[in-house]
């Protein structure tokens, strides 16, 4: 089993920043990728950008790119997500997961933490 827990969610006005962290434990091993995904009120899930842990090759979604910057710390088993230049539309639940395989997709990662809520508001 693979536990992953968030923090640093919070309200910040437009244009702020904030920075998520996702601590793991358990089976790390066999990790592939980590990934940070979003729900917004009445949307679906979407993946906002990935990280290949070994590796270290990442992926973005268009709509954050220049702002977000997903990282890892192999020692401290923990995937980041540095939000700058944050704006309304950002607000969601944001959830790190992990995945055994590369993906965008939800369905394909298989250990998710609790979910940490981001509002961007002024």
């Known amino acids: 089993q693979v536990q992953l827990v968030e923090s640093g969610g919070g309200l910040v006005q437009p244009g702020g920043s904030l920075r998520l962290s996702c601590a793991a434990s358990?089976?790390?091993?066999?990790?592939?990728?980590m990934g940070w995904f979003r729900r917004a009120p009445g949307k679906e899930r979407e993946i906002v950008a990935a990280?290949?842990?070994?590796?270290?090759?990442?992926y973005y979604r268009d709509s954050v790119k220049g702002r977000f910057t997903i990282s890892r710390d192999k020692g401290k088993n923990t995937v980041y997500l540095q939000m700058n230049s944050l704006q309304p539309e950002d607000t969601a639940v944001y959830s790190c997961a992990a995945g055994v395989r590369p993906s965008v997709m939800p369905y394909e990662y298989d250990y998710w933490g609790q979910g940490t809520q981001v509002t961007v508001s002024s």
């Open positions: 358990g089976r790390t091993f066999s990790w592939y990728s």
């Open positions: 990280i290949n842990w070994s590796a270290g090759g990442t």
